[in-house]
């Protein structure tokens, strides 16, 4: 790892093509260390896309991925970059596992699949249940609780292997509103006190806008990338949803 790049990811030049069809077109862009990024975009812009090709799980037809200065295909340690992928908090609600059980197997990763835990995993583990708060409900079944709290759990899960990356892509979709706002606050002080890089993929423009430091808009191009209410502006609003879409962006 190199410790002097300032930046944690960096991607150049990466196009990727489904079955002939663009998905990203030549996108480049670096996220510093500690950054709390938004990434928005229209359904099928390539959201999805750039990240699992950031985590490594498909590979750019041109271009390249740098995380802490190490190419993605070849980078080891890959419990450095926790991931929450969309909808997993409904995929395994019925799934009969505890919710310490789901946290601890976001260790594994880090420990080995077939290694048993050392006091410094379950000290890990509980740090992980602590900070997203669940850890009053450890021995309940994952199904028993509500979406907002299934999604913290599963934050827990990708703490519990010690992350300096924390990629969540759409992590509010079913949480009710009322929850909305704790879940926010929760994930920008694992920012600002842990010091984890956060991105953030989500399709709620007023809420990315406001909560990020960073925001980068993709159509399969990079429209912009850079301080939210430099870029969140009718003009690009245009470019990434086209002109009959109208939106209110509250405290712009």
């Known amino acids: 790892m190199t410790m002097m790049n300032p930046y944690c990811i960096q991607v150049e030049n990466v196009s990727f093509a489904y079955r002939g069809h663009p998905a990203l077109e030549d996108i480049s862009f670096t996220v510093e260390v500690g950054d709390y990024l938004g990434i928005i975009?229209?359904?099928?812009?390539?959201?999805?896309?750039?990240i699992k090709i950031i985590l490594g799980l498909l590979s750019p037809s041109s271009g390249k991925v740098r995380i802490f200065g190490e190419d993605v295909r070849t980078f080891k340690n890959r419990s450095l970059v926790g991931y929450v992928p969309q909808r997993v908090s409904h995929d395994i609600s019925q799934f009969p596992a505890t919710v310490q059980e789901v946290v601890e197997s976001g260790r594994t990763a880090r420990v080995g699949l077939l290694k048993r835990f050392a006091q410094k995993d379950f000290a890990a583990i509980e740090t992980a249940m602590e900070t997203a708060?669940?850890?009053?409900?450890?021995?309940?079944?994952?199904?028993?609780?509500?979406?907002?709290?299934?999604?913290?759990?599963f934050i827990a899960r990708?703490?519990?292997?010690?992350?300096?990356?924390?990629?969540?892509?759409?992590?509010?979709?079913?949480?009710?509103?009322?929850?909305?706002?704790?879940?926010?606050?929760?994930?920008?002080?694992?920012?600002?006190?842990?010091?984890?890089?956060?991105?953030?993929?989500?399709?709620?423009?007023?809420?990315?806008?406001?909560?990020?430091?960073?925001?980068?808009?993709?159509?399969?191009?990079?429209?912009?990338?850079?301080?939210?209410?430099?870029?969140?502006t009718e003009e690009n609003l245009e470019k990434l949803y086209g002109k009959k879409v109208k939106f209110v962006l509250h405290g712009h």
């Open 158 to 232: 990708a703490f519990a292997g010690e992350p300096k990356i924390l990629i969540l892509d759409e992590p509010s979709v079913g949480i009710d509103i009322a929850a909305q706002e704790q879940f926010y606050t929760f994930i920008e002080r694992l920012n600002r006190d842990k010091g984890i890089t956060i991105i953030f993929v989500s399709h709620d423009i007023d809420v990315v806008a406001h909560e990020v430091k960073c925001l980068l808009c993709l159509n399969k191009n990079l429209v912009c990338h850079g301080m939210p209410r430099e870029f969140v």
């Open 41 to 50: 975009g229209p359904n099928g812009g390539g959201k999805t896309t750039l």
């Open 133 to 153: 708060g669940v850890a009053g409900q450890r021995k309940k079944l994952i199904g028993e609780l509500s979406s907002g709290e299934r999604q913290r759990v």
